[in-house]
């Protein structure tokens, strides 16, 4: 089976990697970078999920994999949290059929400097949390869940959250229709 995934970031690649393996046995996974067609940073959940999307899609039909895969972040308003946001991890699984599945991680808030340098800077969250921390790579590795959680929880991991609630359905397709 071949998997292609809509990014190079080591921490999708191999929360995809990971999730699949440990469903379908052995896995090609084919990381390939794709635009997501939405901002760098995206607001709400309908530019979140159109930007996973696009990625599971471009990276199916620029490859002869079985699978597309596209995990992209972004914020969403909750009332009653302290900035007024959460991020959230969505993924989009599509087969060659065109068929999506969609799934997504656990939630979480930015420190408030964060969220104020999104919205009146434009910066990307990944950005501003690696300035915050002095670690320009950071989206590539543990991510600001990583250092937010003091390590309890890294990026890869909540990837593979999402990849696996993507999967549901397809685990359960006599339930969905599939």
């Not at 809509?6 to 084919?30: D, L, M």
């Not at 890869?156 to 359905?169: D, I, R, S």
Request: charged fraction near 25%.
């Amino acid at each position: 089976m071949k998997v292609a995934v809509g990014s190079t970031n080591p921490a999708k690649v191999e929360a995809v990697r990971e999730v699949f393996q440990g469903i379908y046995g052995e896995v090609e996974v084919i990381p390939i970078e794709v635009d997501s067609g939405v901002p760098d940073q995206p607001i709400g959940l309908e530019e979140t999920i159109k930007g996973a999307i696009n990625r599971a899609k471009q990276a199916i039909e620029k490859t002869d994999a079985d699978f597309g895969v596209g995990i992209e972040a972004g914020l969403y308003p909750v009332p009653e949290t302290i900035t007024g946001y959460m991020d959230v991890q969505f993924c989009a699984v599509v087969d060659r059929e065109g068929r999506i599945t969609l799934g997504h991680g656990p939630g979480f808030e930015y420190p408030p400097g964060v969220i104020r340098r999104v919205f009146e800077e434009g910066v990307e969250v990944g950005i501003a949390m690696g300035e915050l921390v002095n670690d320009p790579e950071l989206k590539r590795k543990v991510g600001a869940i990583g250092v937010l959680t003091h390590g309890r929880l890294v990026r890869k991991e909540l990837n593979k959250l999402a990849v696996l609630m993507a999967l549901v359905p397809r685990l359960n397709r006599e339930w969905y229709g599939l």
